[in-house]
T-cell receptor
Framework: GENVEQHPSTLSVQEGDSAVIKCTYS??????FPWYKQELGKRPQLIID?????GEKKDQRIAVTLNKTAKHFSLHITETQPEDSAVYFC?????????FGPGTRLSVLP | NAGVTQTPKFQVLKTGQSMTLQCAQD?????MSWYRQDPGMGLRLIHY???????DQGEVPNGYNVSRSTTEDFPLRLLSAAPSQTSVYFC???????????FGPGTRLTVT
């Protein structure tokens, strides 16, 4: 089945700097890669996703890149703000289910 | 649309008690799933369903049962609660496993 690894587990950046979170997956058949943001005590919410036929996708300060050959995808957040502080989860699919990475706790320091 | 709803929000059980966590969605999604999230951990799949009448096990199914008699509802039953089942439970739905999953607000369960 699919295995998704995520690094780093914690990340601290200064406000205004960029943050990058990387995930690797094992199942070459995975074709959909979402990123979720979870604030403390809240539900996970989708912030961006990418399909296997696309190499990069951007939405304002957030971008995701996918390298199918290397089986990894990354979340890029530019001009970080305090409200970006949260836990971020990546996910892949194993044909039937979503498989989530263990999460990255991002802290944006003022 | 209400999206994905879950009840109750909080629950305290004694060891050995049983209960049902309710989940409903009004988006006509075929795919529904239950996850548990332990402190500082990611989301682990308990059970999932790809449509009414079809359910299957996820990564951590022991101690839980599910059924899917309608497209809208996907209840999770704890058969005999154990302290190891203390967790936050999220229900989620989507059109399929290749589309955005929408999560419910979660149920915080404590088993004493």
């Amino acid at each position: 089945g699919e295995n998704v690894e995520q690094h780093p587990s914690t990340l601290s950046v200064q406000e205004g700097d960029s943050a990058v979170i990387k995930c690797t997956y094992s199942d070459s058949a995975s074709n959909y890669f979402p990123w979720y943001k979870q604030e403390l005590g809240k539900r996970p919410q989708l912030i961006i996703d990418i399909r296997s036929n696309v190499g990069e996708k951007k939405d304002q300060r957030i971008a995701v890149t996918l390298n199918k050959t290397a089986k990894h995808f990354s979340l890029h957040i530019t001009e970080t703000q305090p409200e970006d502080s949260a836990v971020y989860f990546c996910a892949g699919t194993d044909g039937q289910n979503f498989v989530f990475g263990p999460g990255t706790r991002l802290s944006v320091l003022p | 649309n209400a999206g994905v709803t879950q009840t109750p929000k909080f629950q305290v059980l004694k060891t050995g008690q049983s209960m049902t966590l309710q989940c409903a969605q009004d988006m006509n999604h075929e795919y529904m799933s239950w996850y548990r999230q332990d402190p500082g951990m990611g989301l682990r799949l308990i059970h999932y369903s790809v449509g009414a009448g079809i359910t299957d096990q996820g990564e951590v199914p022991n101690g839980y049962n599910v059924s899917r008699s309608t497209t809208e509802d996907f209840p999770l039953r704890l058969l005999s609660a154990a302290p190891s089942q203390t967790s936050v439970y999220f229900c989620a739905s989507s059109y399929s496993n290749s589309y955005e999953q929408y999560f419910g607000p979660g149920t915080r369960l404590t088993v004493t």
